[in-house]
Each structure stands twice: as C-alpha cells, then as structure tokens.
C-alpha cells in the first residue's frame, strides 16, 4: 500500500480496511449517494475529489494523493483470481451528476462493462424502497480466506472495521434482505442504461 504519510489524507480507519480488502476473497458493497470507489473511473474521482479543494478543505497535493490510493485499490481487484465483487448501489448514486454529464456517461458505461465481468455483479436499489432500504449508511462486507468475515462502516469524519461476530451476522442478514429487495442483474442493468441515456441527452 502507500505509505503512512499519504495515508493522512484518509479517514481514520480507512487506511487498516484498505489492507484487510486487498486480502478478501469476496467484497460485498453497499453504497449510498456516490459510486463506490473500487468502481469509479479516475475522470468521476477526479470530480468528486476536486470538490472539497475548491472548497478549501483539502490541498491539491491531498486530492492527488487520495486518487493514486484509490488507482492502487482499483489494481487490486483487477489482479489475476481477483475477488468476487458485490455491489448494491443507491439509485441515488446513478443520478447524482458527478463532474457533469460527460463524466456521468462514461462513469455508467464503466459500470454497465463492469457488469460483465465474471467476478462482478451489481444491483441497484431504487429509490422506490424508501424506509424499507435496510442500511443507513454505506456497508462493506469482507469474506477473507480463512472464511472469516470483516465488515466496514464509516461516518463523514471517521471509518469503523468491525470484528464483531453477532454484529456482523446481523450485517450479514441485512444485506442479504438488501440484495433481494434491490432490483435483479438484469433490470438493475438496464436501468444504468437508462440514467446513461439521460445524461447523453441532457443539455
């Protein structure tokens, strides 16, 4: 991984996830508001990190470090016998226009490529869930390879890796509840499409 000075521009506790998922053999995400990381292009990163510099709360320096972490992790999943992936994404996520709609079009498109891919499947759950969505905020669920599960939880200002074996079954059944309830592969993809078309035809 990169070193501890680049890990300062992370949130507390993200930096001993990011270890503990390049180890997983299985990742199960659940996303609410912004496209998981481990899935975003660098052009929708890039828009989404640039945000908080022009607000000034981060440097330059910082956003640019933040996108190599993330490229790092992105290699990591593409690795030979890479981890099977999971993703349960917001509908939210789909709509939120990231860096405009140019950027939008190719980060969807990423996904709908992503979608195909023997190790990956994504679903999406739609907004029409409403209270009945289990979680609250983002959730990601660590199968390492003794079998032994790891989940992650974070808050605007700090993340939690949660060893807990009766919380993470309780995790564990939420998102089990969380993938039935989400559209199937199939309408989840089309929907992507969809949001993908609108961005193309927006002005």
């Avoid at 680049?6 to 180890?23: C, S, T, V, W």
């Avoid at 022009?54 to 993330?70: I, K, P, S």
């Avoid at 669920?141 to 993340?159: A, K, Q, V």
């Avoid at 995790?171 to 499409?193: G, H, K, N």
């Amino acid at each position: 991984m990169l070193d501890q000075l680049e890990h300062r521009i992370l949130i507390e506790g993200f930096p001993e996830y990011a270890d503990k998922e390049a180890e997983a053999t299985a990742i199960r995400l659940f996303q609410i508001g912004v496209i998981s990381g481990l899935l975003q292009t660098p052009e929708y990163a890039a828009a989404y990190d640039q945000a908080p510099v022009t607000r000034g709360t981060v440097t330059q320096q910082q956003a640019d470090e933040r996108m190599r972490f993330l490229l790092a992790r992105q290699e990591r999943i593409d690795r030979p016998s890479p981890p099977y992936v999971q993703a349960v994404l917001d509908e939210w996520s789909l709509r939120r226009p990231i860096g405009g709609p140019a950027v939008m079009v190719g980060q969807l498109a990423h996904l709908e490529k992503l979608a195909g891919l023997p190790n990956m499947t994504i679903q999406v759950a739609p907004l029409s869930l409403g209270e009945q969505r289990p979680f609250a905020h983002p959730v990601t669920l660590l199968t390492m390879p003794n079998r032994s599960l790891l989940g992650y939880s974070e808050s605007h200002l700090r993340g939690h890796l949660e060893r807990d074996a009766e919380t993470l079954a309780g995790w564990a059944r939420e998102y089990d509840r969380l993938q039935a309830e989400a559209l199937p592969l199939a309408p989840s993809l089309e929907l992507i499409r969809a949001v993908r078309k609108e961005f193309e035809s927006a002005p």
